[in-house]
Nanobody
Framework: QAQLVESGGGLVQAGDSLRLSCTDS????????MGWFRQAPGNERSFVVG???????EWADSVKGRFAVSRHRDVNTITLQTDSPKPEDTAVYYC????????????????WGQGIQVTVSS
């Protein structure tokens, strides 16, 4: 059973570095997709990025080019970072994971972390 725990986030200034990490402590092998979603105030939760076990990556157009993602299968961890956060990146960020061998597509994510608040001030 997946157990996703996020870390990082908090309050950052626009233009500072932002780094989020998530570890799946409930499964032994990283043969499943991991990714990030976010939910801004008043909005629905939206897809940010997904990475499958081979490293294939899917990005939301809204963040492509500004964020970077790293997947570390040996420790079941995924990180999301940017050196240019903007106030519109303010949201609760959720780590997500899918079943083994699934692609990193938005509909394949079934397991969720608790969410972590990120606030970007201007």
């Amino acid at each position: 059973q997946a157990q996703l725990v996020e870390s990082g986030g908090g309050l950052v200034q626009a233009g500072d570095s932002l780094r989020l990490s998530c570890t799946d402590s409930g499964r032994a092998f990283g043969s499943y997709p991991m990714g990030w979603f976010r939910q801004a105030p008043g909005n629905e939760r939206s897809f940010v990025v997904g990475v499958d076990w081979k490293g294939n990556t899917e990005w939301a157009d809204s963040v492509k080019g500004r964020f970077a993602v790293s997947r570390h299968r040996d420790v079941n961890t995924i990180t999301l970072q940017t050196d240019s956060p903007k106030p519109e990146d303010t949201a609760v960020y959720y780590c997500a994971a899918g079943d083994p061998w699934a692609p990193p597509n938005i509909g394949e994510f079934r397991y969720w972390g608790q969410g972590i608040q990120v606030t970007v001030s201007s």
